[in-house]
């Protein structure tokens, strides 16, 4: 049988996709259901006053309007998380008066009709005695965290003496850089719909990427048996991180159907995904580097400045590259904290490496320019053999290979060093690369499969799609293993029914569920294979279910994918207008499943790098430190215009220390270094360092 | 959204007499109205669908052509007519919106598009006096970076966005009305007003006055040029936008010129003088600046759009010299 593993094979959810057969979570069609907007607050800071819901309820259709002063009790305190689930937040569920950000939910109206919501949430009146707000990074009382990240990484990083090797390098510099907050803006905006079974028993259609921690969090806060609540997130239309935690919009709708007796519908608007959902926050880095006259780093620190909220803690962990990308004897970093009035910052693709690797590469390419050295070369000269941060060595690397093929198929050689060498007409024309770097890693999951006497099997492990191909690479995994067709293979997932799996986060779904489906389809064969097949007829199927643990390699090697980005601009001299016309990507990510799925989602992160490099801004009021622009006119992600060719490649690996299919995992190494790629491809245009995100037109001129 | 009635009458006339009583809107392409109501910016008693109405054509009228208020943007920035007589019209709506929303939009909805100024999309901000008169203005000392620059007033700096009226304006356009006292018409260029204490008031619309056509007149141009500089390439307010206009005779002096502004005003920004500066000039990159200059004159910028004034110099220079050089 031929293997179907690393093969384009197509989506094989694509046609119920296209043909409007994918059951979104909004579309659930469900009986009896009601329907529920949320009314959010319209200051950053304070308390409400009153509610005035009487013009409200006279609303034809309207069932209930939801307030704090409703009642509803929740069996643990909302605002209290434990430091041992990071996906967690801290939740505002209409138990009290008091504010803390912008677009925070204070009412909830459910009627018959969408219709009769939406005008009964309008017609909520909120007072609120409102205090200043501060959003500002330039406030005193920043602090260290004690960890940072997903993973747990500490707060700060020390080895070696920084500031004695500061004093010797031959060139040092010191620059700051900046990223604003970003907004995950996914397609489908995070959508609920729950149904009771008696006080007791909850189903929820959720937008979920961690179903299970979702399930967790909503039966300790709605004081159910983990057991009786059910969540189902059969396909997601995008997610990027923001559908990771349970948020507050989530458990109200679980909240308000409990109250209602009814099954309830609660579809986030536009606008209310700026800010109860997550964030990106902003960061501002401080990078210092010593090196040689040659290149070598001699001391390399960051400092990074993030904002977390008033009331839980989250830590946009840009130091990380900085730590771990390059040899460097004496490296420093630290992450620093500062309590803003905002919805607290949340994981958005590549958290801290995203925004890490912006500053760290743009330093580098500052670097390379001071000391005349072409840019790989100066990366080459400090590539790190190992990972000086944990001091172990790579399960894996491919990186020189991702220069060098990358540089090739650029066409890097013919690249002249001093900026503002290239123009057509109007335009200066610029080329940068840089690094992308993502952390491989992998969690304990489950699967189970069964046999049918057709010849056909079903796979189900809990899980969640994106939008990435979770469903295809799995199927694909699973007939390999069995060495039949992929089309005698169903794969089911997102259900808490199905076996555990991790949240589809850290892209670790590929590595962590993979790894299960691998071996519970390794198992049915087994199995298979000591059966006859009249005992195979006999039956109505064989099943069996089997669990992987964590990585148990993870102590011993360091695993991260690698990859090279380059970008070709093309910037208006006198407009500040910048277009991307090309860009090359080369990653070395363990074993490409799925040669289609994959060159779509390393582009889906290059492209989100344009956006960072150019485009995304979650922009605030400067007096009232609201957001301005929030809807998808004036928030910007780019369009097909802003996209010039995008030419994607791989480096073959196979990182056994990984994943039991050698995979590495894809969802977020495209957007690392993009940005970087993109900023230092216009400092060479245009001469122009601009170390401050976005790159727009004013700040070229 | 709050509830509304809808009517879809099936004549200019009682579509006009539909719309003389208070809180009703016409309905046409609905990419602007319908959003606003979604936003509850605007919160409209009666919808009046007016895209039954045959005043959907692109005609042939008075040595220029006639534009139906109902041609949707897709057909006139297609025709041939726009292409080979007025292609700064056509560029202007092609570098405006999405195909999607040129589709649907009209020419007598897009002249009436609203501001895209942040506090007034947002009811959630109190102050607007656009929206609310008397409330106040959020952007004086609020996120101004994509706001005015030209003829606001400390009562409301938003802008108009739109890109198809800017070249409308530099084409000397006229809009015809039908009202409930008949019909008549107004230059582009007088059509919107400037907020001056009454921001809420954009337009010389009288009440139940529809938008029916716009009349293009003959051109006498060499070369045209609408240029948009924005936040990305494409489905984005402009910035700063410009349509230019030069004609330039056999010794290769301009005769004529006429450019207007988007994106730094509350309506597309033309100013005689600096037009008249160019007659008889040779075209040259010094020559634009000193006009850009007289356009410009008075631009007052704010705490975050102060680029824009440079930004639109330099926007002027480019589309002139690009329309010096152009058939």
Known sequence: MEQSIGKPISRVDGILKVTGNAIYTADQPVPGLTHAVLVVSSIAKGRIVSIETSDAERVAGVIAILTHKSGMKLAKDPTKVDSSQPADRALQLLQDDRIFYGNQPVAVAIAETLEAASEAAERVRVQYDSLTPSISLDVPGSYVPKKAGGAGDPGQSHRGDPKQAMSAGDSRMEEIYSTPFHTHSPMEPHSTIAVWDGPTKLTLYDTSQGIFGDRKRMAELLGLDPENVRVVSLFLGGGFGSKGPTWSPAVICAMAARHVRRPVKLVVRRPQMFGPVGCRSATRQTISVAASKDGKLLALTNETLSHTSTMDEFVETSTLPTRMLYSVPNNETVQRLVRSDIGTPSYTRAPGEASGTFALEVAMDELAAKLKIDPIELRLRNYAERDENKDLPWSSKSLRECYRQGAKRFGWARRPGEPRSMKDGDQLIGWGMATSVYPARRSPASARARAYPDGNFLVEAGSQDLGGGTYTIMTQIAADVLGVPVSRVTFRLGDTRYPETPVSGGSQTAASTGSAVFKTASELKKKLSRMTSADIAAQPYIEVEASTEENPDAKKFSSYSFGAQFAEVRVDRDLGQVYVSRMTGVFAAGKILNAKTARSQFMGGMVWGISMALHENTAYDPRLRRIVNNNLAEYHVPTNADVGNIDIAWVEEDDEHVSLTGSKGIGEIGITGASAAVANAIYHATGKRIRDLPITPDKLL | ?327
Request: hydrophobic share 40%; net charge positive.
């Open chain 2, 1 to 327: 959204m709050i509830p509304f009635r809808y009517s879809a009458p099936a004549s200019v006339e009682d579509a006009v007499t539909m719309a003389g009583e208070p809180g009703s809107r016409f309905l046409a392409g609905g990419t602007n109205i319908i959003d606003l109501m979604k936003m509850g910016v605007e919160h409209p008693s009666h919808l009046i669908d007016i895209t039954r109405l045959p005043i959907d054509r692109i005609e042939e009228h008075q040595g220029g052509v006639r534009l139906g208020a109902l041609t949707r943007n897709t057909a006139v920035a297609a025709h041939r007519l726009i292409r080979e007589r007025y292609p700064v019209l056509s560029q202007a709506i092609l570098a405006g919106a999405s195909p999607q929303i040129r589709n649907m939009a009209t020419t007598g909805g897009n002249l009436l598009q609203r501001t895209r100024c942040f506090y007034f999309y947002d009811p959630s901000y109190s102050e607007c006096n656009k929206r609310v008169p008397g409330s106040g203005c959020a952007a004086l000392q609020g996120n101004n970076r994509i706001h005015a620059i030209l003829g606001a007033s400390d009562r409301c700096i938003a802008t108009y966005p739109g890109d198809m009226a800017v070249a409308l304006a530099a084409l000397d356009a006229k809009v015809v009305l039908r009202g409930p006292r008949g019909e008549r018409s107004e230059a582009m260029d007088t059509f919107y007003r400037l907020p001056g204490d009454t921001p809420n008031i954009e337009h010389d619309l009288l009440p139940g006055e529809m938008i029916t056509a716009v009349d293009l007149p003959p051109v006498q141009a060499t070369g045209s040029r609408y240029l948009k500089v924005r936040d990305r390439n494409s489905f984005a307010f402009a910035l700063v936008s410009v349509a230019a206009m030069l004609n330039i005779d056999a010794a290769g002096k301009i005769t004529q010129a006429r450019f207007a502004l988007g994106g730094v005003a509350p309506r597309p920004w033309r100013v005689p003088e600096a037009e008249d500066a160019l007659r008889g000039k040779i075209p040259a990159d010094s020559v634009f600046r000193d006009a850009a200059d007289i356009l410009l004159r008075g631009a007052k910028p704010y705490r975050f759009n102060g680029f824009k004034v440079e930004l639109a110099r330099r926007a002027v220079v480019r589309a002139l010299a690009s329309a010096s050089t152009r058939a």
